[in-house]
């Protein structure tokens, strides 16, 4: 059973609150959820959807047809009703109309009653999340609206709901983080909310180069940091990137992908900033990237991107985009239980610890000798090698699908989802990478294993595809790629990878 259900309107009608409604009602009773959220860069106004899908087993994407339809306004309608499915329904808000700000209540109440789900469990849930008169009254105006056209019935499962961002910031607390710092920038800025609510120390400074470098000096003094931005906060970042590099201080950086170049489409997705997160900053020094796929593994890998920078005073680059940053998912599998986080070095305080953005000898003091400017950097490259060698101890890859499959599908971040979903029932085979650097060498040995690799990416120029050959030697040619800012859906990708792949 899957059920895609479209829900527009305007910029401050409160779209979101009817997701999170039906969402709750639903996880509760067992079953799954996705939410996408879409909207353009404007504060009131414009056209704002979410496509929120049920389903009684996991999911992990939409579709391009719609069974319901939930409008906050005609425009909505207007828009989306060539989406509809044959048989589709549209729930309108035009007999809700006197109910103000509590319309998006009623509309939520009416497709409860739609879907057969009795009133006892609809006004506990606004009860929990508004408790207003209003709002229970609005929530039994819409409920009693309509007539019962599905019966779903109480699952078994056990279902949490997390956006990317809410995960990222998990997995942040769960490495005793003691500093977040970062200038708000889309879709970045989830992380910076969630861990402020969390009553986690979080600082916003003047800009991003402010945050690198604020960053870098509680890293000094020994603190556990963590900096986040979008790709232009990166760019500005830079320059901080290669501090780190010489400094040797542990830092975590969260890096969400949004459209580029300059501005772009801000408040959209792609993964067009993987080039950047490997190759940043001046000169050459060691540095993890870690990409994942959905919340269990964003706080699994947040946890890890800590651990490998403190182990090895590294620079450890957590990448995703808005796909992943603000979807909200559904699982019924817990994360691994966190590692323990330990500084490793000299702290001010205990000792005299000299650090500079100058070349240095091991006391720290400055120097432009050759012997030791070629030793320290032979240093640098015997560090990357030992993070290497760590970096096996946690999954640097996944498969998933028909283990012996010849036919070899490659993706990493926000196309988990959509992938494994549009590969259900089929006999191909997965590669999920989740290393970026390091990166593991058993992507080649799979390749080599296949008789047809397609690559699945959301950029323009397959920046994955390009690691891969740059690593394996192999060039991937097959290639699904979309970057119009947009994610895959997943019956017209099941569509792209059947062509490529019989």
Known sequence: MRLSVLIGGKAGQGINKISQIISKIMTKRGYYTFNYRDYPSIIRGGHNFNVLTISDKRIGSHESKIDFIIAMDNNTIKLHKKELR??????????????????????????????????????????????????????????????????????????????????????????????????????????????????????????????????????????????????????????GLSLQGITELPLVTYLASRPGPGTGVPTYSTQGDLNIALRAGHGEFPRVVIAPGDPKEAIEKTNEAFYLANKFNCLSILLGDKHLAESEFSTNKKPHKPLKITRKGKLPGKSIV?????????????????????????????????????????????????????????????????ILDAIKDTDYKFLQVLYMKPMSDQIKKEIQKANKVVLVENNLTGQLGRIIREKTGIEIKNRILRYDSRPFLCDELRKEIRKKLK
């Open 354 to 418: 000299k650090v500079s953005s100058y070349e240095h000898d091991k006391y720290g003091n400055t120097t432009e000798d050759p012997k030791i400017v070629k030793q320290n950097q032979e240093n640098r490259l015997k560090k990357y090698n030992n993070i290497k060698k760590e970096s096996k101890k946690f999954e640097m890859i996944k498969i998933y699908g028909k283990k012996n499959s010849k036919k070899l599908i490659i993706g990493w971040g926000s196309t988990k989802g959509v």
């Open 86 to 239: 044959k048989g589709g329904i549209i729930i309108s808000n035009e007999q809700f109309k006197d109910l103000g700000i509590n319309i998006n209540v009623a509309l939520a109440g009416a497709f409860i009653k739609i879907l057969g789900i009795n009133k006892t469990t609809l006004i506990t849930e606004i009860k929990r999340t508004l408790n207003f008169k209003e709002s229970i009254k609005a929530a039994e105006q819409g409920f009693n609206s309509q007539k019962t056209k599905l019966n779903l019935k109480q699952l078994k499962n056990k279902i949490t709901i997390m956006s990317g961002s809410q995960a990222i910031a998990k997995g942040a607390i769960n490495s005793k983080i003691d500093k977040y710092f970062a200038y708000p920038m889309t879709p970045a800025t989830g992380v910076m909310h969630e861990l402020a609510k969390n009553k986690n120390l979080v600082f916003q400074p003047e800009n991003e180069i402010a945050v690198v470098n604020a960053a870098l000096g509680a890293s000094f003094a020994g603190a556990k940091t963590m900096i986040g931005t979008s790709g232009g906060g990166f760019d500005l970042m830079s320059e």
